[in-house]
């Protein structure tokens, strides 16, 4: 669900900085990259003022760069899992989101070549106050909803979403040559459910599947779900019919947020059969 810039030597005693803001629909952020230089303790004018008992107002000091921060510009084909794997973002694309999120905005899939997003600290904290910005609200999960089961005790894996790519369409963007799954167009944050009762075989990275989960039924076949934003389950965990087992998302190699699922003969990749026939058979209108 991977900026230059010239400086020339500041006169004394005027203090140098360079500015990177990042921001879009009009939010921005003022970063200090650069502390003062070229300071000095005192000038003529105030040792002559100190020698004749006047009170002297020291002059302010410039803000100092924020260690270990450096700017990152996103380019095309970028998206926020991609670059906190090639940055090594402690805390993964969450804590880059949460660091830049007044630059990026409400949904973290939309980021467009030539932001400018803040690695290493979060963003606003390197010297620069705001208290008149409105704060962010905190967004909790959605509460698990409940599903519309058929009477085979399958679901849908989503809710409202309609369909977007559809099985065994050809193209070369896919490794093998066709889409192997089904695309539910659904914004980031949905929630995500098993279709039917079973066992989370795996939950985690997927590589160009973002985050994943797949779980195996009684049948024997496997259901994936992947591009996730965020996961609900673990490995070894059993499920239920129209369980939560995480949030719709843009990880991995998308283009925008929504669901990619697969019904597979085995737990791999390449293993794909047709999943909305298979839901079909199990009596849950698709479409």
Do not use: C
């Amino acid at each position: 669900m991977p900026a230059k810039g010239k400086h020339r030597r500041p006169k004394s005693p005027r203090f140098a900085r360079s500015i990177a803001v990042a921001g879009t629909g009009g939010a921005a952020l003022a970063l200090p990259l650069l502390g003062a230089t070229g300071a000095h303790a005192a000038t003529p004018a105030a040792t002559v003022a100190q020698k004749a008992g006047k009170a002297v107002t020291a002059a302010p000091v410039a803000a100092k760069k924020v260690a270990g921060t450096k700017t990152y510009r996103v380019k095309t084909g970028d998206y926020l899992s991609k670059i906190a794997d090639q940055q090594s973002v402690r805390g993964g694309w969450k804590k880059l989101y949460s660091d830049n999120r007044s630059a990026i905005g409400g949904d973290p899939a939309l980021i467009h070549p030539g932001l400018k997003l803040t690695i290493g600290a979060k963003a606003g904290s390197a010297g620069t106050t705001r208290s008149s910005a409105p704060a962010a609200k905190t967004e909790s999960a959605p509460a698990p909803q409940a599903a519309a089961k058929s009477s085979s005790g399958y679901t849908l894996p989503v809710a409202g979403g309609s369909i977007g790519t559809s099985y065994k369409v050809a193209g070369s963007m896919w490794s093998s040559g066709y889409h192997t799954g089904v695309d539910f167009v659904v914004p980031t944050g949905t929630t995500i459910k098993s279709i039917a009762a079973g066992t989370v075989v795996s939950a985690g990275w997927g590589g160009a599947y973002g985050n994943q989960v797949v779980i195996q039924h009684a049948d024997g076949k496997y259901s994936q779900y992947a591009h996730m934003s965020a996961l609900s389950v673990s490995a070894g965990q059993t499920v239920t019919p129209g369980q939560q087992i995480g949030l719709s998302g843009a990880t991995g190699n998308v283009t925008g947020p929504h669901l990619h699922f697969e019904i597979r003969t085995t737990p791999n990749y390449g293993s794909d059969v047709d999943p909305v026939a298979y839901l079909r058979s199990h009596g849950v209108a698709v479409g």
